[in-house]
T-cell receptor, first 107, second 113 residues
C-alpha cells in the first residue's frame, strides 16, 4: 500500500462543475502540498498546509490531521484547469508523492 | 524575479555514459531538491541540498550523486546510465532550511538509449 493515496486517478468534468480530489496518507507529516503538473511536465505549487483550510481564487485545500486526509476543491471548473494534480506529504525532510489525479475539464 | 532554471532541457545519452544536469534556484533560496519522474511512475525524491551540504537522499543507488555550489546552484550526476534512468528530472528550490513551499523548474528530460 502506498504511503500517499489519491482518488480518483482520473476525473472528467464539464466546465463549471465543482471538483474534489482526495488524498489520504499513512505516515506522520509536518505539512502537505498540492501541486499542479501541466502537459510537458511543468509543476506549480498550489498549496502547502499543515492544518485547516486555505483558499486561492477558485481553489480550496483542506486538511484533517487526525484523519490523515486532505481534499483539493476546484469551484467553477474551467478547461484551463485540466492538468494532473499531485498530493505530496512532508515526511522526515523529504516529500512523498501520490500518483496524481488526471483532470480533464471539457467546455 | 527569475524562477528556477534547469539545463539542458533535453539530454540523450547511451547506456553506461554519465549525465550531468544543472539547476539554478530562485535568488535567495538556499535549498535545492532533485526529483525523478519516470514514465508512468510518480514523482520520487532524489536528493536535498542546503547550504552546500547533502541533507537527505531518497532510495536511489550511489551512482546518483550531486553537489551544491557556493552560489546555491546544483548539479545532479548520474553515472553508469541504465535504460530505466530515462525520466524527467525536476529541480525545486525553497528558502531557508527545511521543506517550505517549493518552486519547481521546468525539468530536464533524460533519454538513455
Amino acid at each position: 500500500k502506498n504511503e500517499v493515496e489519491q482518488s480518483p486517478q482520473n476525473l472528467t468534468a464539464q466546465e463549471g462543475e465543482f471538483i474534489t480530489i482526495n488524498c489520504s496518507y499513512s505516515v506522520g507529516i509536518s505539512a502537505l502540498h498540492w501541486l499542479q503538473q501541466h502537459p510537458g511536465g511543468g509543476i506549480v505549487s498550489l498549496f502547502m498546509l499543515s492544518s485547516g483550510k486555505k483558499k486561492h481564487g477558485r481553489l480550496i485545500a483542506t486538511i484533517n490531521i487526525q484523519e490523515k486526509h486532505s481534499s483539493l476543491h476546484i469551484t467553477a471548473s474551467h478547461p484551463r484547469d485540466s492538468a494532473v494534480y499531485i498530493c505530496a506529504v512532508d515526511n522526515t525532510d523529504k516529500l512523498i508523492f501520490g500518483t496524481g489525479t488526471r483532470l480533464q475539464v471539457f467546455p | 524575479e527569475a524562477g528556477v532554471t534547469q539545463s539542458p532541457t533535453h539530454l540523450i545519452k547511451t547506456r553506461g555514459q554519465q549525465a550531468t544536469l544543472r539547476c539554478s534556484p530562485i535568488s535567495g533560496h538556499t535549498s535545492v531538491y532533485w526529483y525523478q519522474q519516470a514514465l508512468g511512475l510518480g514523482l520520487q525524491f532524489l536528493l536535498w541540498y542546503d547550504e552546500g551540504e547533502e541533507r537527505n537522499r531518497g532510495n536511489f543507488p550511489p551512482r546518483f550523486s550531486g553537489r551544491q555550489f557556493p552560489n546555491y546552484s546544483s548539479e545532479l550526476n548520474v553515472n553508469a546510465l541504465e535504460l530505466e534512468d530515462s525520466a524527467l528530472y525536476l529541480c525545486a528550490s525553497s528558502s531557508d532550511r527545511g521543506l517550505y513551499e517549493q518552486y519547481f523548474g521546468p525539468g530536464t528530460r533524460l533519454t538513455v538509449t
